[in-house]
């Protein structure tokens, strides 16, 4: 087994959900900064042309489908990590939904599906890579949201998730303090992704984002994880990292993204 430390390009990253999106540019940022990448996502074809993409580009990477409520899934993707590289320096907890609902028009099985996507999800990923993280003193780096500390009207179950991943985050950093492995949050705002366009589109704004401004790019997420796991980054632990150019301290979402309409 080989300890974290040393050259960046003997170390690996698993990241989920990133057949697409956010967890697509997360990939792209952590093989550009040299690291070997396992893609994942429930999607097993848009997580194989992401590891091809990666390949083209000289990036040591594979892909693996994985639901990221499946603990047997879990074990399988770890398993092929660990016979393929031999460690695991970060794992980057990306996978989630967001469906809408309030309080009272959530139902069970809607509440069910976001708490075990995001926050058991997160919770089974790090149980299952911490033997491997453990050796590397690696890394887990959770995607949480602005709405990790506030709320969002008609975003009950997701806004809850959120905020419990926060909880798990704050949870984990502390349980492995002694190991030193390291967890932290990533809370972004709005991010141009392929769900959050058909999210919005399914809201009556087909043109969403355009004319908008503060939009995060799927890269400038990964770029964050980036800078977490680096040097640079060492005195972070359990804390939550904003990339919302500000929303979470204003009370006026409009004036953050140049917004005409009622939200
Ligand atoms: N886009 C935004 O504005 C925004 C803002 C804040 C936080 N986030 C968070 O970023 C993450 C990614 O969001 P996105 O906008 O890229 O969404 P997306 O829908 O574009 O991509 C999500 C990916 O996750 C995969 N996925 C869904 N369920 C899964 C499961 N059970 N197991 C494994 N993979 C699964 C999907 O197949 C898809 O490839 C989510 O956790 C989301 O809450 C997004």
């Not at 469906?99 to 708490?115: F, I, Y």
């Amino acid at each position: 087994m080989i300890r974290s430390g040393g050259r960046i390009e003997d170390r690996v990253a698993l990241t989920t959900g990133a057949g697409r999106g956010l967890g697509l540019g997360i990939a792209r940022s952590l093989a550009g900064a040299g690291f070997k990448v396992a893609v994942t996502d429930i999607d097993a074809e848009n997580a194989d042309r992401a590891a091809s993409e990666l390949r083209s580009l000289g990036v040591d990477a594979f892909s693996s489908r994985l639901d990221v409520a499946d603990s047997t899934e879990w074990k399988a993707t770890v398993a092929a990590v660990e016979k393929r590289w031999g460690r695991l320096d970060v794992l980057v907890n990306n996978a989630g939904i967001s469906p809408r609902g309030t309080v009272e028009s959530t139902d069970e099985a809607l509440w069910d599906a976001v708490m075990a996507i995001n926050v058991k999800g997160a919770w089974l990923g790090m149980k299952t890579a911490l033997p491997l993280l453990k050796i590397a003193h690696g890394h887990i780096i959770n995607i949480g949201s602005n709405l990790s500390t506030r709320p969002a009207r008609g975003m009950c179950a997701y806004c809850s998730s959120k905020a419990a991943l926060l909880g798990l985050t704050r949870q984990a950093a502390l349980d492995l303090l002694d190991d030193e492995v390291r967890c932290m949050l990533i809370a972004p705002g709005w991010v141009d992704t392929p769900g959050e366009r058909e999210i919005q589109a399914r809201a009556g704004r087909p043109d969403w984002p355009r004319g908008l401004r503060n939009i995060t790019d799927p890269e400038q997420v990964g770029d964050a994880v980036v800078f977490l796991v680096s040097p640079a980054g060492r005195r972070l632990n359990g804390s939550i990292l904003y990339l919302d150019s500000g929303q979470h301290i204003v009370d006026d979402v409009k004036r953050i993204y140049n917004l005409n309409e009622e939200f």
